[in-house]
C-alpha cells in the first residue's frame, strides 16, 4: 500500500435513497467518514443522520438550504446558525462546517465576510476539500477521477454526495481499488478554521 492518506465526506443529504446504501458500504468496508447534511433534507429525514451517527461517523452542518455559493446568498448566518440548530445532538463537538459551493471550486463567494464572522463568533470548524470527483455529475467515471486525485497528493480530502445518481452505485468499487490509508480526520491544509480560530489564509474564498 502507499503511505496515502485519504478522508471521506459525503455531502448533501441525507437522502432516503442514497444515505442508506452509502452507510451499508461503510459498514461493510468497516470505514468512517463525516456527512455534511443540509439541514432543510435533516429535518426530514432526520432518522438516516442519526443511523450514521450511531455508527461512528461525524456529522457536520452543511447549511440550511444550499445556496449555490454560500457567500453570495446574503442569508450567510441564518444558513450556517439555523442549520447548526437543527443538528442539535448530532453535531461534532467541532461544530464542523463547509460552505455550500458551486460545483465544488474553491473560489470566491464560498465564503463572505458575514460568513467567516459568524463561524468565529460561533466557534465552528470549517471544512473544505481537495479533491472533488464530481460524482453527481459523472455517476460512473468519479472512481477514475478520485483514484488519480488521490494518488496526486499526500493527505485526500474527497468529495462525495449521498444524494440521488451520484456515488452510490460505484462506491464499493472505489474502496476496492483506492490504495490509501483511510482516516477520519482531516488534513489541516483544508481547515482554514479551526474551533473558531482562522488556521489559513482565507484569500480567494471571499
Ligand atoms: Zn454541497
Known amino acids: 500500500m502507499s503511505n496515502a492518506l485519504l478522508t471521506l465526506t459525503f455531502d448533501n443529504g441525507p437522502d432516503p435513497a ?3 446504501r452509502v452507510l451499508d458500504v461503510l459498514a461493510a468496508r468497516g470505514v468512517l467518514s463525516t456527512f455534511f447534511v443540509v439541514g432543510s433534507a435533516l429535518r426530514e429525514h432526520r432518522a438516516l443522520a442519526e443511523r450514521a451517527h450511531a455508527e461512528g461517523h461525524w456529522i457536520g452542518n452543511h447549511t440550511l438550504t444550499h445556496p449555490r455559493p454560500l457567500g453570495e446568498s446574503g442569508a450567510e448566518v441564518r444558513e450556517i446558525e439555523a442549520a447548526q440548530a437543527e443538528l442539535g445532538a448530532l453535531a461534532h463537538p467541532d461544530r464542523l462546517f463547509r460552505p455550500s459551493g458551486a460545483g465544488g471550486d474553491l473560489s470566491p463567494g464560498l465564503l463572505s465576510t458575514a460568513a467567516v464572522e459568524s463561524l468565529i463568533a460561533g466557534r465552528f470548524t470549517c471544512v473544505l476539500w481537495n ?3 464530481g460524482d453527481w455529475r459523472d455517476p460512473s467515471g468519479w472512481v477514475d477521477t478520485a483514484l488519480a486525485q488521490i494518488a496526486s497528493q499526500d493527505w485526500t480530502l474527497l468529495v462525495l454526495h449521498d444524494v440521488a445518481d451520484a456515488c452510490a452505485d460505484r462506491l464499493d468499487e472505489f474502496l476496492s481499488r483506492v490504495d490509501a490509508e483511510i482516516v477520519q480526520a482531516f488534513p ?10 482562522v488556521r489559513r489564509s482565507l484569500d480567494g474564498l471571499l
Open 18 to 20: 442514497a444515505t442508506p
Open 131 to 133: 479533491a472533488v470527483p
Open 188 to 197: 489541516p491544509a483544508c481547515v482554514p478554521i479551526k474551533r473558531g480560530a
